[in-house]
């Protein structure tokens, strides 16, 4: 390991950072003018809560942006250590952080030396508790591949899954496996939920996989409209299947040459 990433790590450059990353996000959601669709969703939302927020990978950053005043929101994110500075960050941005693995894809008997088990179970707790839990619906390393895990949570909580949505007009994308990407500054942001999709407890086989389509189809359709809204391109969505290793860059008002954006 690098001196640069044994420095990262220790607790004190964590810290810094954490709490640099939550100012700049109370800094991107002072200064991007939101909007939420459906229009008037108070009500909705209310008589769906405590929800699951299912969100693709690389909309973590931005996750906090999506819960009113009023709510209470728990996220789940492993135990590595690259995760200290995210959980810093969306701490102090108001959202409970979770530190374990999520279930995926296998039976949860196979998650359980993981953590996925643990997550699962924490997750549980945390909506019974009356807390909306914002859960990746895709598989790890796989970009927009909804996985078996966001169903199962709904499967055994009795909850809805609302897919969600969260995109500013000026952004960073980053050249990682899920295309993560971080709102900039002075501009327009929307926030887009989807229609619930409820998993019944004796789900599974084709139904279990046509529930999870269904959960798939939703996400990218609010990611889309999101993208539209603010009139971009989701990039994101043409590496669906293998998202290859690229440099981050910035997508703004303009566009530069060999397609990459021109912050505004």
């Excluded at 995210?86 to 108001?94: E, K, P, Q, S």
């Excluded at 007009?169 to 295309?179: K, P």
Aim: hydrophobic share 45%.
């Amino acid at each position: 390991m690098s001196l640069v990433k044994r420095l990262s790590r220790t607790p004190a450059v964590q810290g810094a950072l954490g709490r640099l990353a939550a100012g700049y996000l109370r800094l991107v959601r002072a200064t991007n003018r939101f909007t939420v669709e459906p229009g008037e969703a108070d009500a909705w939302l209310d008589g769906l809560s405590p929800f699951i927020a299912g969100m693709w990978h690389g909309q973590h950053i931005m996750v906090s942006f999506a819960g009113r005043p009023q709510d209470r929101v728990a996220t789940i994110i492993s135990r590595n250590p690259d995760g200290n500075i995210n959980t810093i960050a969306l701490t102090r941005m108001g959202v409970r952080v979770i530190r374990a693995s999520g279930a995926r894809g296998r039976a949860v008997r196979d998650a359980k030396a993981k953590g996925g088990a643990e997550g699962l179970r924490a997750m549980l707790k945390a909506l019974k508790a009356g807390e909306i839990v914002a859960f990746s619906a895709d598989v790890p390393k796989v970009s927009r591949h909804a996985d078996a895990g966001i169903l199962t949570l709904a499967r055994f909580s009795g909850r809805p899954i609302v897919p969600v949505a969260v995109v500013t007009s000026r952004h960073l994308r980053f050249g990682s496996w899920d295309r993560a990407c971080l709102g900039l500054p002075f501009g327009r942001g929307v926030v887009v939920f989807g229609e619930a999709v409820f998993v019944p407890r004796e789900c599974e086989g084709e139904a279990f996989e046509a529930l999870r389509r269904q959960v798939e189809d939703g996400m990218n359709r609010v990611h889309a409209r999101a993208y539209t809204l603010v009139g971009r391109e989701d990039r994101a969505a043409l590496y669906r299947a293998a998202p290859p290793e690229a440099p981050a860059r910035i997508d703004g008002d303009g566009t530069g040459p060999a397609g990459v954006g021109n912050a505004a």
